[in-house]
């Protein structure tokens, strides 16, 4: 009924080029509406249930009562339909109260039975047929679950002891104070003196629901075009392991978007799992993976080679699915969280373990600021500057190396303090997780894997910011991968010499602070050797040192591809790129990694020509679009096709940050995996929510689910 015009004798829908407007909530002028419309079998309607299911099209209206232009036209408060194209039908059956019985097409050709005026008691009137009834009671059914999703409620409640002993009693005590409200469709079933909804129907339909809202985001992706897939950290799901897939792409609008597209099983073993996850992506979620711009993932160490095996299949597949970074995450940290080296993987554990202490418990930062003025007693600037950032998570910034190493005695003795618990100030599990912390940093194995980290991620950091920059430090940053990778092998190739500075600084820290300098017991046990047959400036060197920077050179070889950096370089289309570089030098080369997908390759460098005049003979005190959010903007780039379609392609990277207003859907997952209990932690509730914005399809909810369960209609 949302689809169709209530209109007697109206075949209007949503696919006609007339808007569909609903009832007016107000009583009376929802009694007018009814009464224009000639729908007696609507009287005793209520105005909230007419509102919710029913609606008039455009074409009954004056254009007097339309407010807007043809984009966005509204009614005016005091509208009222009064265009018909025939008059109504005043002898013979009358309407039924679904608005698209009349159809047979519009109704997918299911088959609509009607009583004859001797079983209606003469009077000629219709009733609501059994099937037509059904399908009301199950839109009303998604209408609840699509609300809860809206809300992140999960249909079972929030009985954490014993979730499955009542598994709807959410979903139904809804469905119950819904039918108290006068919930027609949903008062038929409670008739009958059934249950609304048992645990199995639940599951379908939160299956169909998911089915239905990832068949239209799909359906959006593959009609805008080109698109990049980003997974991020696995995220485990009633004992499962589940990999997130986001999908990046440019909307016919020109803007950049990013959806949650859902959790794919992450189980298999390797040989197989690849397969299979491309399988799923274009089999049964239907993404045209030829359309595939880019490819970004988090590779964690401990699924490292799974992950690499994935992102290796997609690019075999898929050529042009260039693997590429994530502008979520800094390139350090990306680098260090993917080294499989226990010293590294042992500071990036315990980075988490702050930022979760800290979180769980804020009042703790004021006692570490306290410790931090205690540390730096002449030096109120510099401290001030350590508490702002102390508060901040700053493990996760560029720098959070070179930040740990400042705060690294003030936090130690921080975390002994709270441990030591005085004055009973904190919980247990505080005083518990301080203590875990505590161990972690006394460790000499932390102490010289944070040394290296704070020297080696020097060499990057400038890179790393300059990438999630402006235009111009992306394009810069593009430009200077090659003398970032000359730096690490020159330090690589004069290990010796450097890991002894490391080293050196590592031992003067330790002995500051009377910890023990040794190889870890772990190597020893597995090698079963004793404490003194190992030097541990040799270990450190050859375990941590030497493999760290083998590791970066190799990760930013792979990452930074000649096809990814060309891409980026084309960022050098931006009009205050145009305006710095003055030369076009190069810049059709760059453009040749998207030539297959260029609308005309024939006219690129005449159109190029024009564009690079366009922009280079601009008067200085003019300003320049300095992003290509900017640039994909501007009203007349419309007339330079060529150079659209490569700003569209650059644009679906996941290596470029989106604007703040954008960026939303990622930080909203991170809530939810954050906030929601593990045992209310559902893949398909997870999906709804995030995509609230297209749950709305009620109509199309219904129809897959009779035709995926046609057994139960």
Known sequence: MQGHCAVLNCNGSKSDPHPLYRFPLDEQRCKTWVEKCHRQDLGDTSAQELFRYYRVCGKHFQTTSVDGDDDNKTLKDDAVPTIFEAPPQTGGTKRSTDPTATD????????????????????????????EKHEEHLKSLFEVLVLLAEQNIPPSGFSVHD????????????????????????????????????????DRLIEVCEKSVRRKLVEEVNENGFFSLITDDLVKISGLWYLPVFLRY?????????????????????????????????????????????????????????????????????????????????????????????????????????????????????ELDHVISVFFPDKEEKASEL????????????????????????????????????????????????????????????????????????????????????????????????????????????????HEFWIDEAVNIAATLEIPVKVPRSFLRKHQLDAGSVRPEGYYKDHLSAPLLKHMISELTELFSEDHLNALRCLTLVPAVVEQQKTSEHVEDYMQVYKNDLPNIGSLSAELHCWWVKWSKRGKVETFPCSLDETLQLADVKFFPNMLAVLRLVGTLPTLALEDSRDLVLKRFEVYVKNTPDAFKSKSLAFLTLNNDICSDLDSMVELYINTYPSMS
């Not at 919930?183 to 639940?202: F, H, M, P, V, W």
């Not at 102490?447 to 990057?460: D, E, F, G």
């Open 387 to 498: 508490k702002e950032i102390s508060r901040t998570a700053w493990t996760r910034r560029p720098d959070a190396f070179e930040v740990a190493m400042e705060i690294f005695e003030a936090l130690l003795l921080f975390m002994d303090s709270v441990h030591d618990n005085e004055d009973l100030k904190w919980s247990d599990q505080v005083t518990h997780n301080a203590l875990e912390i505590s161990k972690a940093l006394a460790d000499f194995e932390f102490i010289t894997s944070l040394v290296v980290l704070k020297n080696v991620m020097s060499l990057t950091r400038a890179f790393g910011k300059n990438l999630l920059g402006k235009s111009t430090d992306t394009f810069f940053a593009a430009n200077s991968l090659n003398a970032v990778i000359h730096s690490l092998r020159e330090v690589s190739d004069n290990i010796d010499v450097y």
């Open 163 to 202: 979730p499955e002993s009542n598994r709807l009693n959410t979903f139904n005590a809804l469905l119950e104070y819904r039918m108290s409200c006068g919930g027609g469709a949903l008062n038929t079933a409670n008739d009958k003196d059934e249950e609304c909804c048992t645990s199995t129907q639940l």
């Open 250 to 366: 440019v909307t016919q609008a020109n803007v950049q978007c990013e959806r949650f597209a859902g959790f794919l099983p992450f189980e298999d073993e390797e040989a197989v799992l690849a397969e299979r996850l491309l399988s799923e992506l274009s089999n049964d979620w239907g993404l045209k993976m030829e359309q595939c711009r880019g490819q970004a993932h988090s590779f964690p160490s401990i699924h490292f080679r799974k992950m690499k095996l994935f992102a290796a299949k997609l690019l075999e597949k898929f050529p042009s699915a260039v693997l590429t970074v994530k502008s979520s995450r800094n390139i350090n940290m990306l680098l260090a969280s993917s080294a499989p080296l226990s010293g590294v993987q042992l500071v990036m554990g315990t980075f988490k373990k702050i930022e979760m202490f800290f979180s769980i418990c804020p009042s703790l930062h004021s």
């Open 104 to 131: 047979g097409a519009q109704n997918k050709g299911r088959k609509k039975m009607r009583k004859s005026p001797a079983e209606t008691g003469g009077e000629g009137e219709t009733t609501v047929p059994e099937e």
